[in-house]
Each structure stands twice: as structure tokens, then as C-alpha cells.
T-cell receptor, first 117, second 113 residues
Framework: NAGVTQTPKFQVLKTGQSMTLQCAQDMNHNSMYWYRQDPGMGLRLIYYSASEGTTDKGEVPNGYNVSRLNKREFSLRLESAAPSQTSVYFC????????????????FGPGTRLTVT | QKEVEQNSGPLSVPEGAIASLNCTYSDRGSQSFFWYRQYSGKSPELIMFIYSNGDKEDGRFTAQLNKASQYVSLLIRDSQPSDSATYLCAPRSSGAGSYQLTFGKGTKLSVIP
């Protein structure tokens, strides 16, 4: 049981390049999230997916797109990277009320450290 | 805009002392409250959570809620150097999107040996 996994762990991009951050969970959770964390800014929600087939914008969605590929996988894409997107990106997942014993806590992946030069 | 406020710290306590971490929240309808610990360079991990109907104790950790004043606290008894980390408070939203958590920016705790 790996929990939430993310790839890659580290990435350096040049301005204008694109990339996709991958996230997968094996806890049968319905909901998945993408956050970015910057010094002094805390965790900010980029996009979330309440359940398979749905995605919604969070607090800071500009410059990003997401795909909920299936129940397990939720990817984050940067189409044209900018230095302002230098950050640590965390994927998280949680159960929904309909799932037995759900208490809504989010489980986090190890993070991707992205630098855009 | 739902807001969660935490003193950024650092909060320094001597080993063996009680560390008290506080968090205020704006969403009066929040149903449950989560505390996460984040070591430097690592991802957040859940320590404990409480529902809006009561406090909770788990080992050295106690979470307390003051609904009238809209703040939640985390007490760490017999603080250890290994408790040195940033602690994130996260109320669960009420209403639409009620499965979401809103995270505070965290309080950095330093336990001095």
C-alpha cells in the first residue's frame, strides 16, 4: 500500500517549456487535490477533483490544467512554465462522506520540487 | 473567502515543556478540524483531528476547540526535539465543497534540548 505517489520528485524547466506532474493513489479515494507550497504562503489549492470525471478550480488555477485520468490518477500540466511557478507541488487524496468511515483527512504525496529558470 | 490564521513563529520551547499552538478560523460552520505536522523538506502528515462537538487527546497531543471564539489549539506535552516541525491547522469547510480543507500557513515549532 504505497498511499499517494508523485512523479517526478525534482524537475528543472526553462521558461516556456511544458510538463505534466503525475499523481496516483491506491486508497480507493474519490477526491484528489493539487496544491502548491511557497515559503510564507502555506498550501494553496490549485485544482481539485471531487470524484472521477469532475475537476474544479481552486485558489490559484491560472497557468495550470488537470486531468482526472481514472479514479487512481490525477495529473497536473503546466503548458508554458513561468518562473512564478517555481514551487513545491503536493498531490493529496481523501475519501468522501459516502465512503464508509470517511473522516475527510487528506493524505499527501511526497511532493515535486519544480524550478523554472 | 474562508480564512485560517496561525502565528508563523518560530515558537521555541525547552524539551519537556508544553507547546501550545493556536489557530483561528473564519468559517463558523466548520465541522471538523485537522492538525498536520510538516518536517522541513517533507510532506504534511496528519497528527489528529477533532469534530466540532468536543476535544480529543491522543498520547502527548491534545486538540481543543473553542467554537464561540472560533479557535482551535494543539497542545503537545513533554515536548521532544523530534517535535520540531511546522504545524498546519486545517478546518473542514462547511457547505458546498464540504470535503475540502482550508490550510493555515503553519506555526514553526522549535524544541530546544
Amino acid at each position: 500500500n504505497a498511499g499517494v505517489t508523485q512523479t517526478p520528485k525534482f524537475q528543472v524547466l526553462k521558461t516556456g517549456q511544458s510538463m505534466t506532474l503525475q499523481c496516483a493513489q491506491d486508497m480507493n479515494h474519490n477526491s484528489m487535490y493539487w496544491y502548491r507550497q511557497d515559503p510564507g504562503m502555506g498550501l494553496r489549492l490549485i485544482y481539485y477533483s471531487a470524484s472521477e470525471g469532475t475537476t474544479d478550480k481552486g485558489e490559484v488555477p491560472n497557468g495550470y490544467n488537470v486531468s482526472r485520468l481514472n479514479k487512481r490518477e490525477f495529473s497536473l500540466r503546466l503548458e508554458s512554465a513561468a518562473p512564478s511557478q517555481t514551487s513545491v507541488y503536493f498531490c493529496a487524496s481523501s475519501a468522501l462522506e459516502a465512503q464508509r468511515g470517511a473522516t475527510y483527512e487528506q493524505y499527501f504525496g511526497p511532493g515535486t520540487r519544480l524550478t523554472v529558470t | 473567502q474562508k480564512e485560517v490564521e496561525q502565528n508563523s513563529g518560530p515558537l521555541s520551547v525547552p524539551e519537556g515543556a508544553i507547546a501550545s499552538l493556536n489557530c483561528t478560523y473564519s468559517d463558523r460552520g466548520s465541522q471538523s478540524f485537522f492538525w498536520y505536522r510538516q518536517y522541513s523538506g517533507k510532506s504534511p502528515e496528519l497528527i489528529m483531528f477533532i469534530y466540532s462537538n468536543g476535544d480529543k487527546e491522543d498520547g502527548r497531543f491534545t486538540a481543543q476547540l473553542n467554537k464561540a471564539s472560533q479557535y482551535v489549539s494543539l497542545l503537545i506535552r513533554d515536548s521532544q526535539p523530534s517535535d520540531s516541525a511546522t504545524y498546519l491547522c486545517a478546518p473542514r469547510s462547511s457547505g458546498a465543497g464540504s470535503y475540502q480543507l482550508t490550510f493555515g500557513k503553519g506555526t514553526k515549532l522549535s524544541v530546544i534540548p
